[in-house]
């Protein structure tokens, strides 16, 4: 019965070269078959396995009998389980695609980099596993533990330093001080850890909290110095202090009673390192989470904490890994040294020191404390806010006290969110354990009480649903019998078993919903009975306590049984105008659900007295807010894939045709060879989504942004769409038309005017609605096109025939926040555009332009990204709105076997010229006003990610070549320790000379000359950035005169006689964009079909193919095949199930239409071949 026993996986065989190997091996072990091998070779006694491998110990045992090898003894032991603390990998993974740590060594990560980078050294690590022992019991342990180890190992050696708060600094002043430099210990006690330079000066710094706590003419210890007495304390007018003065009192050793100060001398001599101190504190904010529950709703999303500090000057010799201690702070760890100032920023970086944990349970004393008297001051404090709090709760705070008086169940929220303040309060100020541990105590106390008399656990922000008027008199517990909450709570089980069944069966949606409305209000039905929500397993006992009220003057009780009956058709109707919207029903669906809702909402109002507001009972206004938060970080899940930090370094400058990157990497290219996750690790055929998003990342075309749907596009990707936009702008200036810019933002007024335009817009327009706390008057509109914001304009400046054509442009962005499934390029909720917007006299010229636009945007797809399109006209469903037609390109992506619309022409005609009364006088019949014939056009971003989707294969991007940022680019090959410096250096002196010979061909060229890469790396890296074209050299080419070029498209090396360097590169760059269009025109005609029955059309598209149907044109009908063509699966992971929609009329259909054919509905004659297919 052990499922690892079933067909065990033993190795795994893979063809394609490994990213470090290459092609040594083909065949890789799984862990399974590896480990028994190799623990019974390599001599080992006894196997050390937790307790969760315990069903795969007989898969081990098995192995080695099969192979006949000795058999080592298995030894189980429990995992350990620290509190606040995730273990799970794909929990830890969540963490790092979501951005809320740097990366897998972060220090607040339970992994081995993670501790080690915090400051956990090997030894520590070592005495602590050894003294935990071997145990099978599951232990819960705090990490005080493990650091309380690691302060042992680290405490003798660290050498001791000083910092200061930055922004809390006061200035002492010891006239008699001379400035000069003396050697003292590093380690008070440790003499073997060396010694320190120390700056003595008149002027020296000490911290302001530490100078709260002096008084003049106290005696002070300045650390490393000596008694100093404090002559004068110097004040503002707000009372904070701002310098003091001091003298010298060297002679007095008694160092016994005197308050310890850490200082710092201002000297020119040595200046002041600037340091950054980072703390951090535990991901999850619950120590021990129960089986059930969600981790994300425990996330201390601020954990991480900085303060800027001034430190010693030594600190400037620390080396990354350095463990010190900072006097009276705490021991510190270097994650990254101080560098000095840079000649490419002018800034100096910061020395950063990570606190290490000691594995103290009491805050420790860092500034401003004076001993005991302190302490003892602060615990009266501390019992004073206690007492402050009891008195503001108005009782006498002891559970008892509160448990008899806690009769309203508001009156009992309130007492429990105080108690709640109490313990924050305490803790924040660090008040003594055992008043802290009372406090917690208390409000358990009063959470139980709570339960008890509600029926429901503590909710912060849910307060309990009213049961009483608030002037109610005496009431009397009456005891009411459940009478047939039996059978009803056995037909609410009933239906949620018909509700799964239909579910699992995949049963028609209408089916599925009619089940869900039954069971719904069933539950509100067992709910008004029993006073209680529908729990499975947990029937209601036969006898309710229910509060018995006299009757009021006043408005009904909340907790009547109409209001409740009422509250659940409120919450059904307004589940149902949500269904409407998302299916994007008709306007006037929506509109009569909405007035629907309303009217039960004003009803529920008259009743209650009060507004409907979906909250405790149903927990319908949390689970709301959880879904908005949930969508608002869709996108940045399996997402985030950080990237090694010095190959960020050595790229993030690929800007500029000719740029050497001899010393771009880390440390100028001395630094060590980097070991990075290059390669793609998904696979296109096998997971497109998350293939897609490992080239737009790792290829540096897109860097991930917190809000949803919004995204950095970086400079390789914002190159390809510069030189579309270079292309297409000359082109349209050819045509007359001038580019311009107009305001972002749009007036309600100018925005509503057309109206089948906005309403098409409406549910992704995104309003302005505040300046800063204030309500606008008026919202705003962020624009999702730019027809009323600029036809108003129009309007104005067309006054006669003589001001037509109007011709204009502009490059921008716009926003629609769209709620479907976000995708980088193909829908985002910005994204840049152009549009163009013209005006004419006479319909034949505004249709010529559409046409020709048409071919513009043909020509971008065909002879720039090398992507075939198909050319035609969008159908009245799908055409844009309040325009008289819609032309359109659409591209097909094999890989998903859907289509995209690539760029769309639009003939408005004069729909929006009587809108917004832009009118001329027609010379033809004078005094007559005629109105403008309007066209719009639109290219997107949306364009890179095409290319991306239908060039891309697995070893990463591909790139057209007249799109490319960098066409060519030159490796050199070969140096290796035995090259001499002169064969070296002329090996790159030839690199920037075929380098300079392409750049004068107008070729674009970059030589990646960084040392700290190998040439493998560096292939590797260019090829999936997708650069077309690799020019290798190494010192036998360059004997040859020879060198090699691999195509990217093809993988195919090619070797040319340097004299033909420009000449063939060029013709190769030709090639290589003929080879892509090819391709990609082959893929398009073997998936493109025609097919003349529904049925033919329902498998062709099922195998992933577009398909040209005959078609009536009719909005129903294409309803109708959208909703029949449909699956209950998802596509792709996290992409939405679609049907068929129309792509468009295509101008030249694979087929002529048949006399008296028939739509594939069967209800109408068919007018066209229309092309339909799923779609982004």
């Known amino acids: 019965n052990n499922g690892c026993m079933r067909d065990p996986t033993l190795y795994r065989c893979k063809n394609q070269p490994h990213p470090r190997t290459r092609n040594k091996y083909n065949i890789y072990p799984t862990y399974d078959f590896a480990c028994p091998i190799v623990d019974s070779v390599e001599g080992v006694t006894h196997a050390l396995r937790t307790t969760e491998y315990h069903d795969r110990d007989e898969q081990f045992y098995w192995i080695i009998e099969a192979l006949g090898i000795r058999k080592p003894y298995i030894w189980e032991y429990s995992r350990l389980n620290l509190n606040n603390t995730l273990l799970s990998k794909r929990k830890l993974t969540w963490f790092v695609n979501e951005g809320l740590v740097d990366g897998w060594d972060d220090p607040r990560f339970p992994t081995v980099r993670g501790v080690l980078r915090r400051g956990m050294t090997v030894e520590g690590l070592k005495q602590f596993i050894a003294a935990q022992g071997s145990s099978r019991s599951v232990v819960n342990m705090e990490w005080d533990k493990i650091w309380s180890f690691n302060k042992k190992v680290i405490d003798p050696v ?186 490419y920023s002018c800034k100096e970086a910061p020395c950063i020191l990570i606190y290490i944990p000691d594995g103290h349970t009491k805050e420790m004393p860092t500034s401003g404390s004076k001993e005991k008297t302190k302490s003892e001051t602060s615990k009266k404090e501390v019992g004073t806010t206690v007492k402050g709090h009891s008195a503001s709760l108005g009782a006498d705070v002891s559970p008892t006290s509160v448990s008899a008086s806690a009769q309203d169940p508001l009156a009992l929220y309130r007492r ?449 990204l090398a992507i075939p399109v198909v050319k035609g006209r969008k159908t009245e469903k799908e055409k844009f709105a309040g325009g008289d037609y819609t032309t359109t390109v659409e591209a097909f992506i094999s890989a998903s076997g859907r289509a995209i619309q690539g760029a769309t022409s639009h003939h408005l005609g004069q729909n929006f010229s009587k809108m917004f009364e832009i009118v001329f006088e027609d010379p033809r019949v004078p005094g007559e006003k005629q109105f403008a014939y309007q066209n719009s056009w639109g290219l997107t971003t949306r364009t890179i990610g095409v290319m991306t989707m239908i060039h891309g294969d697995n070893m990463g991007l591909v790139l057209p070549p007249r799109v490319a940022c960098f066409q060519v680019v030159i490796i050199p090959c070969g140096i290796t320790n035995s090259l001499l410096e002169e064969e070296k250096e002329a090996l790159l002196t030839k690199c920037n000379e075929y380098c300079k010979r392409l750049c004068k061909a107008n070729i674009r060229v970059r030589t990646d000359l960084r040392e700290n890469y190998s040439p493998g790396w560096k292939f590797n890296h260019w090829e999936l950035k997708g650069v077309p074209v690799r020019l290798e050299v190494g010192p036998r080419d360059m004997k040859n005169h020879q060198f090699v070029a691999v195509r990217r498209d093809t993988g195919e090396k090619l070797s040319f006689s340097e004299d033909e360097a420009v000449d063939q590169l060029s013709r190769v760059l030709e090639e290589i964009h003929l080879n892509l269009y090819n391709r990609a025109a082959e893929d398009l005609k073997s998936h493109m079909v025609v097919a003349n029955s529904m049925e033919e059309f329902q498998k062709e598209l099922d195998s992933g193919k577009i398909v040209q149907i005959p078609f009536c044109g009719e909005i129903e009908c294409e309803d109708w095949i959208k909703k029949a063509t449909a699956k209950d699966q998802d596509l792709e992971p996290g992409a939405p199930s679609m049907g068929a929609k129309s792509l468009c009329i295509p101008f030249k259909p694979l087929c002529e239409l048949q006399n008296g054919a028939r739509c594939v509905c069967d209800k109408n004659p068919a007018k066209f071949y229309t092309l339909f297919g799923r779609s982004y």
């Open 158 to 343: 660290a050498p001791r330093f000083s910092a200061l708060l930055k922004d809390k600094i006061v200035t002492v002043n010891i006239p008699e001080a001379q400035e000069e430099m003396k050697e003292v210990a590093k380690h008070p006690k440790n003499a073997e850890v060396g010694l320190k330079p120390i700056w003595y000066s008149p002027k020296v710094l000490i911290d302001g909290a530490d100078a709260e706590t002096l008084t003049e003419g106290e005696m002070v210890t300045f650390i490393n110095w000596g008694n100093i007495i404090i002559t004068k304390i110097r004040k503002n007018s707000t009372g904070k202090i701002t310098s003091m003065d001091a003298k010298l009192n060297l002679e007095n050793k008694d160092y016994k009673k005197t308050t310890k100060i850490t200082w710092l001398a201002e000297t020119s001599s040595a200046s002041l390192t600037p340091t950054i101190c980072v703390n951090y504190e535990h991901l999850i904010t619950k120590p021990v989470l129960g089986k059930e529950e969600d981790f994300k709703q425990y996330i201390n999303r601020n954990s991480k904490q900085e303060e800027l500090m001034l430190g010693d000057p030594c600190l400037k010799d620390l080396k990354k890994g350095d463990i010190i201690q900072l006097q009276r702070r705490g021991f510190y760890i270097c994650d990254q040294p101080y560098e000095p100032i840079s000649p």
């Open 416 to 864: 429990v969110s105080a108690q709640g303040d109490v313990v924050r309060d305490l803790k924040q100020k660090k008040a003594a354990k055992e008043d802290i541990d009372a406090a917690v105590k208390q409000l358990l106390a009063l959470k139980v009480e709570y339960k008890e008399k509600i029926g429901q656990d503590y909710k912060p922000g849910n307060p309990p649903v009213a049961t009483v008027p608030i002037h109610s008199s005496k009431c009397e517990v009456v005891t009411v019998t459940n009478v047939g909450s039996k059978t009803i709570y056995d037909n609410v089980a009933e239906q949620g078993e018909v509700v799964r069944k239909l579910k699992a069966e995949k049963a028609p949606k209408d089916k599925v919903d009619e089940a869900v409305k039954l069971l719904l209000s069933l539950k509100a039905e067992y709910k008004e009975k029993t006073g209680q929500d529908y729990k499975p397993g947990q029937p209601a006992s036969s006898q309710t306590s229910v509060l018995k009220h006299p009757k009021s003057t006043e408005t009904s009780s909340l907790g009547s049984p109409e209001a409740q009956v009422l509250f659940n058709q409120v919450a059904l109707q307004g589940e149902e105008v949500r269904k409407l919207k998302s299916e994007k029903a008709e306007k006037d669906k929506i509109d009569t659900a909405v007035q629907k809702l309303l009217q039960l909402k004003a009803q529920y109002k008259l009743l209650t007295g009060v507004d409907y507001k979906p909250v405790s009972t149903t927990g319908a206004e949390d689970k709301d807010k959880k879904k908005k938060e949930k969508e608002n970080k869709s996108e940045k899940q399996n997402k985030q894939q950080k990237q090694n930090e010095g190959q960020k370094k050595g790229m993030q400058k690929d800007q500029g045709s000719n740029y050497n990157l001899s010393s771009d990497g880390p440390g100028d290219g001395q630094g060590p060879k980097k070991q990075t996750r290059l390669g793609l690790e998904a696979k296109k055929e096998e997971n497109l989504a998350e293939w897609y998003s490992q080239v737009i990342t790792k290829s540096e075309m897109i860097e991930y942004y917190d809000v949803s749907g919004c995204y950095i596009l970086r400079p390789w990707a914002f190159s390809v769409w510069e030189a579309i936009k270079d292309f297409f702008d000359s082109e349209i200036k050819k045509l007359g038309v001038e580019n311009c810019y107009f305001p972002m933002f749009v007036s309600q007024a100018a925005l509503e005017k057309e109206k089948t335009h906005i309403a098409d817009f409406a549910p992704e327009v995104a309003w302005v609605t505040k300046s800063g706390k204030t309500e606008l008057a008026e919202p705003i509109a962020v624009r999702p096109t730019s027809e009323t914001v600029m036809y108003p304009a129009y309007a104005k400046w067309i006054q006669s025939h003589r001001d037509l054509p109007i011709k204009l442009n502009q490059w921008c962005n716009v926003v629609r926040w769209e709620f479907k499934h976000p995708q980088p390029f193909l829908r985002t909720r910005e994204f840049l555009w152009q549009e163009g917007h013209t005006a004419f006299s006479t319909y034949e010229e505004a249709a010529e332009e559409v046409l020709q636009i048409l071919d513009l945007y043909a020509r971008v797809y065909e002879e720039l």
